[in-house]
């Protein structure tokens, strides 16, 4: 079947991204469905009236379809379409009065299918917003239809970098972490091709980063083997290290929260004779151990020297004790106020309190 690719050349892509094959990305140019008569076999047993009904209601409730029977008739119009199990299904309103069906692509006739499908994917791989969401007014198109490689218009658009297209599309209801049949999620395809607006829109949205694909990578590791596989001594080639340098910094922040350790609170000797020290964190983050290689080497010294760690209100005085210089400085945890050499105060108020002694001079 033919295919063309999301708006760039194959040279383009294959520089962009040799990570992701050109013609996984690639849609149909149209629809080469064969061209078969409307009447098909419909898949509805003869039962009685009741029966039938009680089928359909069950069809729609769990995505099954009816049971095969040698009946035809001619299909008026497709009302719908929905995902189940990762293959698309049709609502076939027929010309008789037979109750309508939900129905798989091979049991509708090429050219009634290719009528309801081909303006849905042309508004796709071109990211028509106006399109797509003009053809979302039917109530029962599925925001979510998928092509032969299990893609979804919001992929397309996160591909084409259409940001706007992408807010419209999971503000329609689409499925922000859906993954094609490699695993692609469109926070990949969009990181894939150095959109970083998409990336930003997309964890913005919800998107999960931490979503591997089928090689196991995260959007953020194919980002980063993106750029690592980027020549560094290429001119050509500075704009798209810079542009992959911010996709890759933009998700490392969605991946990685930084929290600092404030200070070490204990000690033990865990497994293997090896020694973990339980932490204090910056934010609310509940005391955990950690290895000793996880923390700053001067916190580890401070803990192993008895130091103990408390908050400066400010200042009182100074003094001068053989060749080191003591600060008599107010605790905010504590009514006693204490000297404490100047190692032990941090920089900037022992700044503040010289830059007070020289005004009132």
């Known amino acids: 079947m033919a295919g063309v690719s999301l708006g760039l050349s194959v040279a383009t892509l294959r520089a962009a991204l040799p990570g992701i094959g050109i013609a996984q990305l690639a849609v149909p140019s149209r629809f080469s469905l064969p061209r078969l008569p409307r009447t098909r076999l419909r898949c509805v047993q003869e039962k009685p009236a009741v029966q039938a009904e009680e089928a359909l209601a069950i069809g729609k409730d769990n995505g099954s379809l009816a049971a095969p029977h040698e009946d035809f008739g001619e299909v008026n119009r497709i009302l719908g379409s929905r995902v189940v199990n990762r293959e698309m299904q049709y609502l076939i309103e027929w010309k008789d009065d037979h109750p309508d069906t939900w129905e798989p692509a091979e049991n509708i006739a090429g ?7 081909t303006p849905w994917w042309q508004g796709a791989k071109k ?9 979302l007014e039917d109530e029962g198109r599925d925001v979510d239809a998928i092509d032969d490689n299990k893609r979804t218009a919001l992929l397309f658009a996160a591909g084409l970098g259409s940001e706007s297209c992408v807010r419209s599309l999971i503000e329609a209801g689409a499925d922000i972490d859906w993954q094609d049949q490699d695993g692609y999620t469109a926070l990949h395809i969009a990181a894939g091709y150095v959109h970083s607006n998409v990336v930003k829109a997309l964890l913005e949205l919800g998107a999960d980063p ?4 089928s090689k196991g ?3 953020l590791k194919l980002a980063q083997d993106l750029l690592n596989r980027t020549p560094k001594a290429n001119p050509l080639q500075f704009a798209r290290r810079l542009a992959l340098d911010q996709v890759v910094r933009l998700l490392d922040e969605a991946c990685y929260e930084t929290v600092s350790v404030d200070q070490v609170l204990d000690k033990r000797m865990a497994a293997g004779n090896k020694v973990e020290y339980l932490v204090k964190w910056s934010d609310e983050t509940p005391d955990s151990w950690l290895p000793a290689s996880e923390i700053s080497d001067d916190l580890i010294k401070d803990y192993e020297a008895g130091l103990e760690y408390g908050i400066v209100e400010r200042i009182l005085d100074k003094r001068v004790q053989g060749e080191s210089i003591e600060y008599l400085v107010k605790w905010a945890d504590s009514e006693k ?3 404490e050499p100047s190692d032990n105060v941090a920089p900037e108020l022992v700044q503040e309190y010289e830059a007070n002694q020289r005004a009132n001079d």
């Open 337 to 339: 106020d204490s000297w």
């Open 127 to 135: 990211a028509d917003e106006s399109k797509l969401m003009e053809l």
């Open 210 to 213: 931490d979503v591997e694909d």
């Open 111 to 117: 050219d009634v299918l290719s009528e309801y499908v």
């Open 217 to 219: 990578r995260s959007s």
